[in-house]
Every structure is written in structure tokens, then in C-alpha cells.
């Protein structure tokens, strides 16, 4: 269960109810920022429990914005392997360097975990039309997990 408590603005810090649709702060303009009660989180999650859950970021519910799992558009993203970058480690001296390898996420890019999320969310808060400005990977991400959700879509690419 999503321990979501409020939108807050990442530049002037108001805050907005979490449940409503909002795009930009209207105070700025700025993006708005998902906080969580990770208090509660902290009291309640241990690593036995991540252990023995689902092998996608779906695991990490508690600190996700989806409140209902009926919600969670998934096209199997996330949980990608970290591969251990022992050259590269060397060189910047630097002993235990992996990279994680967000490629092999559904759309072929990490942005696919942030797209999964937010037509997931949008979905819950009743959209059921999109639109993003991309220079390619966030436009393939969002088409494929509004297709996913029923949306209809819209990309402008520069
Ligand atoms: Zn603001």
C-alpha cells in the first residue's frame, strides 16, 4: 500500500492533495514532487519482506504513487541487472562500481520505469488522454504504457 501523503512544489514547497490531478505548480510553475510518510515505511518494511516479492520495481509499492494494485499498468519494467564495471572502477579508483542496465527495461530505456508510473497513477486519477514533449525514448516509453492502460496518446517531438 502506497504511503503517499502530498504533492509538494520543487522549487517554492507548497503543497497540494496527492489524490487530485495536477500537472506544474500553479504558484511557479514548477514540477511537483511525490512525498511519502517514510516514517511509516521505515516501522513497517524489512529486507525479509522485499525478499520474497514480485522480481519488478512493483516491489517497492510502499514508496510508488499507485494506491490501488488494479491500477499498475505493467509491462514487466524494472528489477534490471547491475553489472560490475571493473575497468572503469579501477580508473576512478574505486573498488565494488556497478552500472545498472536499464536496457533491458520493456522499452529499452530507464524511462520506462518513470512512464510506467506515471500512465499508472493517471490512469487511477481518471485520464484517459496523454501528451509529452521527447526527443525519443520518453515518447516510446509513455506510447507503450498508455497503449497498455487504454489511453489515447500524443508525442511532439523537436
Ligand atoms: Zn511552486
Redesign the pocket.
Known sequence: MSALTHLE?S????EYEADELHTL?P????PLLARYNLKRVGEEWSREDLAVRVASLWRYQEVLPVRHEENAISLGEGYTPLLRAERLGRKLKMRNLFIKDGSLNPTGSFKARGLCMAISRAKELGVSEVVIPSAGNAAGAMAAYAAKAGMKAHVFMP
Open positions: 512544489c522549487f517554492c514547497e507548497k505548480c504558484a511557479c510553475g514548477k
